[in-house]
């Protein structure tokens, strides 16, 4: 389903900034006259920030878009990834959800066929989407808020992790790097991920082929550590070679 004008409106504002009326109601199709009443609903939710003749998305909102906007590219594949990893899933099991949107896409996948589950997580878009479900008891980190990620990290979380252990850890990764490891360009959320990386009995990689070859500023650990990887059928067969010499199952959902 196509998105509704005001959304149309929002995620223009955050990719063009500053834009007249008479540019939004070209771009979104709509008179002069309708474009003004949605500003004004914009406005009054306090999504956006009105001026003489046009209007700018609200700082704190532009953070919430960002995350929308990378929840949604390669959408497809992140389901698919989601859909094959939600099978390694066993009821009774404490698991972990990390802040990855390809791991977001887990939590979907879980609430349209529901177990019981412990789960963890660092994300609150994870903890609001398995909220309310009676098989699911979910445990939200506490810590320093990443608005950007929708994530918690940061020393408290940490904490928390090193008395705990999970049977599955489910992690994503914003680079699978050259020299096999996983990167993210956050320090804190680094640490936290490396600390999950060592309590739990099963780790889960799920990172769209467009992760792998990239380069991000701080490790959190290496492939090998991970228990089986979870991408889409666009990897590179170089990727799959190597992966192979590492004595790392992968499975590329279709």
């Known amino acids: 389903m196509p998105p509704d004008r005001?959304?149309?409106?929002?995620?223009?504002l955050y990719l063009n900034g500053m834009t007249g009326i008479h540019e939004l109601a070209e771009k979104v199709d709509a008179s002069l006259a309708t474009i003004r009443r949605d500003l004004q609903r914009l406005?009054?939710?306090?999504?956006?920030?009105?001026?003489?003749?046009?209007?700018?998305?609200?700082?704190?909102?532009?953070?919430?878009?960002?995350?929308e906007a990378r929840e949604h590219q390669r959408l497809e594949d992140k389901r698919a990834i989601a859909d094959a990893a939600f099978a390694q899933l066993r009821p009774g099991s404490a698991v972990f959800f990390d802040a990855g949107t390809t791991v977001l896409q887990m939590a979907h996948r879980l609430r349209l066929d529901p177990m019981p589950l412990t789960v963890f997580s660092n994300?609150?878009?994870?903890?609001?989407?398995?909220?309310g479900m009676d098989q699911v008891q979910v445990i939200l980190l506490g810590g320093r808020v990443r608005a950007g990620n929708r994530s918690v990290v940061g020393v408290l979380s940490e904490q928390?992790?090193?008395?705990?252990?999970?049977?599955?850890?489910?992690?994503?990764?914003?680079?699978v790097q050259p020299d096999n490891t996983i990167a993210t360009p956050d320090s804190d959320e680094a640490r936290l991920n490396a600390a999950m990386l060592?309590?739990?009995?099963?780790?889960?990689l799920l990172a769209d082929s467009s992760k792998f070859n990239r380069h991000s500023t701080y490790r959190v650990?290496?492939?090998?550590?991970?228990?089986?990887?979870?991408?889409?059928?666009?990897?590179?067969?170089?990727w799959v070679g190597r992966l192979a010499q590492l004595n790392i199952p992968l499975t590329r959902a279709p």
């Open 43 to 67: 406005e009054e939710q306090g999504v956006i920030i009105r001026t003489h003749g046009g209007a700018a998305i609200a700082e704190t909102v532009g953070m919430e878009i960002a995350f």
């Open 6 to 12: 005001l959304t149309q409106i929002r995620r223009y």
């Open 123 to 131: 994300n609150i878009a994870v903890a609001e989407a398995l909220m």
């Open 221 to 238: 650990g290496k492939l090998d550590q991970v228990s089986r990887v979870f991408t889409d059928s666009g990897l590179d067969e170089e």
């Open 198 to 204: 060592k309590h739990a009995t099963e780790r889960y």
């Open 160 to 175: 928390v992790i090193d008395g705990l252990w999970f049977d599955q850890l489910y992690l994503g990764a914003s680079a």
